[in-house]
C-alpha cells in the first residue's frame, strides 16, 4: 500500500524533477487532451509506452509501475470485452454456452482497443506526471491557474489524510489475520465489513480531530498559498516547444 500511494520517487533529483510544475501540469493537460481526442490507436499507443519508458528510465521499479496500471488495466479488459460482444456487425468468431451464443465483432474489437488505450494513454502521463512531481506542488501549481481554492484545499488534506487511512486500515487488517478473522469465507466476509465499519468510524473521528487541531493553529476556514515566482525563460521555452509538439503531431497523425 506505501507503495501504491507514495510519491517517494517524486522527491528524487533528476532533469524531470527540476522542471517548475507548472509547465509539467499544462503539457500533463495537453497531453491527456491529445490522447483522448484521438481517433487512431497510434497516438495513445505511442504515449503509454514513452510515459512508461519514461518511467523506467528513472528507475521506477516496474513491479510498481504494473501494480499503479492493475486498476486501469481491469477497466480497459472489460471495455474491450463489453464492445467486441456489443458493438458492430462483422463477426470474429462465436462461441456457444449452454442456449447462448457469443458472438464477437470485429468493430467492436477496434472501438474497444481504441477506449483501451485512451485509457492507457492518459494513465499513464498522470503516472509519469506524480512519479516526478511531488503532490503539494502540483496543489501550488493550481493554485496558480485559480483553481478554486475549496477545491485544493479538499484535494489537499485528502491526499494527506490518505496515508493515515491506509495506516489504519492496515493496522485493523493484520489485528483481524492475527485473530484468524480470514480463516474460512464466512469469517472473511465478516472481517471486511468490521473493517469497512471500523475505518469509516476511524475516518470520521480523525476529520473531527483534525479540524479541531486546524482551528487551535489558527485556521479560519481558508488556506493560504505563497505567491509562486515567475516561470524562467528555459521552462517557458519548454513549455512552448512541448505544446507545438503535441499539437503538431495531433494535426499530423489525425488530420
Not at 509539467?24 to 495513445?44: F, N
Not at 470474429?92 to 474489437?109: C, H, P
Not at 492496515?170 to 489475520?177: E, F, N, P, W
Request: proline content about 4%.
Amino acid at each position: 500500500m506505501f507503495d501504491l500511494f507514495s510519491d517517494i520517487f517524486a522527491a528524487r533529483d533528476n532533469v524531470l524533477t527540476r522542471i517548475d510544475p507548472r509547465p509539467k501540469l499544462v503539457l500533463a493537460l495537453a497531453a491527456i487532451m491529445v490522447v483522448v481526442l484521438s481517433r487512431r490507436m497510434i497516438i495513445p499507443g505511442v504515449t503509454a509506452v514513452s510515459c512508461l519508458m519514461v518511467m523506467a528510465g528513472l528507475r521506477i521499479p516496474l513491479k510498481l509501475i504494473l501494480r499503479r496500471l492493475v486498476a486501469p488495466l481491469s477497466i480497459v479488459l472489460v471495455m474491450v470485452a463489453l464492445h467486441v460482444l456489443l458493438v458492430g456487425h462483422t463477426p470474429l468468431g462465436a462461441v456457444t454456452i449452454f442456449k447462448w451464443r457469443v458472438v464477437a465483432y470485429a468493430e467492436g474489437l477496434d472501438q474497444g482497443l481504441l477506449l483501451g488505450l485512451r485509457v492507457l494513454g492518459a494513465v499513464s502521463v498522470m503516472l509519469l506526471l506524480s512519479s516526478v512531481t511531488p503532490a503539494h506542488r502540483i496543489f501550488h501549481a493550481l493554485r496558480f491557474f485559480h483553481i478554486p481554492e475549496e477545491w485544493v484545499e479538499v484535494a489537499l488534506l485528502v491526499y494527506r489524510y490518505t496515508f493515515t487511512l491506509v495506516g489504519q486500515t492496515s493496522d485493523v487488517a493484520a489485528a483481524q489475520k492475527i485473530r484468524l478473522g480470514y480463516s474460512s469465507f464466512r469469517r472473511a466476509m465478516a472481517s471486511i465489513g468490521l473493517l469497512a465499519g471500523t475505518v469509516m468510524a476511524r475516518s470520521m473521528d480523525q476529520a473531527f480531530r483534525t479540524h479541531e487541531a486546524m482551528v487551535l493553529r489558527g485556521y479560519e476556514g481558508r488556506l493560504f498559498f505563497s505567491n509562486l515566482p515567475a516561470l524562467t525563460t528555459r521552462d517557458r521555452l519548454l513549455m512552448y516547444l512541448g505544446l507545438c509538439f503535441l499539437a503538431g503531431c495531433y494535426l499530423l497523425i489525425e488530420l
